[in-house]
């Protein structure tokens, strides 16, 4: 197929299926499971992922590299937040060994807030060290006025 040919087989598949192409790009994501809840709220199979992706990010391992590592599929963990689906205590207990903590801890302790003030001193520690940067070699008055140009 020449590439005219195929631009215009786009247009007409474009045409004819315009109104599903357009609703697909309305469509709003899901929110994560358990954003909107307290973490005193939600279910024990949230409390994992929330906790499982927590301590994976705070030790830079993407989830869908711990769900292969437990020899599960990409998604796992997130399909079984969102659904009522119980998830095996050998899976569980493999998620545990692979993050170093127990299972007690992954269901119980809040590590998502940890993850979150981590995340905020790190914020703070880059405006500090970009404040220090600004500051060398010059007066109060221009280390202010550069800072305020910068917000």
């Given at each position: 197929?020449?590439?005219?040919?195929?631009?215009?087989?786009?247009?007409?598949?474009?045409?004819?299926h315009?109104?599903?192409?357009?609703?697909?790009?309305?469509?709003?994501?899901?929110?994560?499971?358990?954003?909107?809840?307290?973490?005193?709220?939600?279910?024990?199979?949230?409390?994992?992922?929330?906790?499982?992706?927590?301590?994976?990010?705070?030790?830079?391992?993407?989830?869908?590299?711990?769900?292969h590592?437990?020899?599960?599929?990409?998604?796992?963990?997130?399909?079984?937040a969102?659904?009522?689906?119980?998830?095996?205590?050998?899976?569980?207990?493999m998620?545990?060994?692979?993050l170093?903590?127990t299972?007690?801890?992954?269901?119980?302790?809040?590590?998502?807030?940890?993850?979150?003030?981590?995340?905020?001193?790190?914020?703070?520690?880059?405006?500090?060290?970009?404040?220090?940067?600004?500051?060398?070699?010059c007066?109060?008055?221009?280390?202010?006025?550069?800072?305020?140009?910068?917000?």
């Amino acid at each position: 197929m020449d590439k005219q040919k195929r631009n215009e087989y786009m247009r007409e598949y474009y045409q004819s299926h315009k109104k599903q192409i357009q609703a697909q790009r309305k469509r709003v994501k899901q929110p994560e499971p358990g954003v909107e809840k307290d973490f005193e709220q939600m279910n024990d199979r949230e409390k994992l992922y929330f906790n499982a992706k927590a301590i994976a990010k705070m030790n830079g391992i993407r989830i869908d590299n711990l769900e292969h590592s437990c020899g599960m599929s990409n998604g796992y963990l997130s399909r079984v937040a969102k659904s009522g689906k119980g998830l095996d205590i050998i899976k569980i207990h493999m998620i545990a060994d692979f993050l170093g903590v127990t299972i007690d801890d992954l269901i119980t302790k809040n590590y998502w807030e940890e993850y979150k003030s981590r995340i905020a001193e790190m914020e703070i520690t880059e405006a500090v060290r970009k404040a220090k940067k600004a500051m060398r070699g010059c007066d109060v008055l221009e280390v202010v006025n550069r800072l305020l140009e910068e917000q």
